[in-house]
């Protein structure tokens, strides 16, 4: 189930929400220690608006949400200005091959289909393109709050998360936890924590109530993985895909 994006913002606009985006920026920025350069392309899919300015506010980024969630254009809550796109989970606006980097963040448990968007995912990737998700950990306690984003939709185990992405022409590559304190403390309980809490997650990761994992495109992709891609695009019905182009002069 996706969370509308009027929730969304507003839960990122509180303490809570800007805690949570400092510290998956924190994580983002140990997974990928990256300075794009002015021709790289970052596409944020699911709501990525809270990573923008915290991460490479000068880079060309694309915003693009899903229709179940729906999209502001100007996000002023987090102060996003960046190009934002509405568009099917199936069936993304973006051009093959056209990504260096994807971030991808309250977008696969909120998939109706997951394999889907990975699918479209890999599509968009430049060959050994870099993807990293940000998922709910099933064993999380942040995974069973409804008081934040990630107690909504489908939560995924470590196992889960690594065997999707490989049936989908990924090679998952680092993997690390976070927000490893309940979401029920105080605020500022948490950020006195923080140095508690990267140790926590070196000791017990599977308490964390996110993975962030990195996923490369595998290229070609196998041929298990090229058959049942053929097969979910049979199924698909009725959605032309468009074809822009997330680079723009």
Not at 91 to 107: A, E, I, K, Q, T
Not at 112 to 133: I, K, M, S, T, Y
Not at 188 to 203: D, H, K
Request: charged share 20%; with cysteine.
């Amino acid at each position: 189930m996706a969370v509308d994006i009027t929730d969304l913002v507003e839960f990122y606009a509180s303490p809570l929400g800007r805690h949570v985006q400092s510290v998956v920026c924190e994580r983002i920025n140990r997974i990928w220690p990256w300075r794009p350069s002015k021709d790289d392309v970052v596409l944020g899919y699911g709501y990525a608006s809270p990573l923008v300015a915290p991460l490479w506010p000068s880079t060309h980024w694309h915003l693009l949400m899903p229709q179940q969630q729906g999209v502001l254009a100007q996000d002023g809550i987090t102060g996003s200005r960046k190009p934002t796109i509405l568009g099917h989970e199936s069936y993304w606006p973006v051009r093959d091959n056209s990504v260096n980097r994807l971030l991808v963040m309250h977008g696969l448990e909120a998939a109706n289909h997951v394999e889907r968007v990975l699918d479209e995912a890999w599509r968009v990737l430049q060959p050994n393109g870099r993807a990293l998700f940000v998922v709910p950990n099933r064993r999380g306690l942040w995974a069973r709050s409804d008081a934040t984003p990630f107690g909504a939709g489908r939560p995924f185990s470590r196992r889960q998360l690594t065997q999707t992405l490989r049936r989908t022409g990924f090679v998952p590559a680092q993997m690390q936890p976070a927000l490893m304190l309940p979401p029920s403390l105080p605020v500022r309980a948490m950020q006195s924590l923080r140095g508690g809490e990267r140790m926590v997650s070196f000791i017990l990761p599977q308490l964390g109530g996110v993975w962030l994992i990195e996923a490369i495109k595998q290229v070609p992709a196998p041929l298990s993985v090229q058959r049942a891609r053929q097969a979910r695009a049979r199924r698909r019905l009725g959605v032309p895909r468009p074809a822009l182009s997330p680079k723009t002069n």
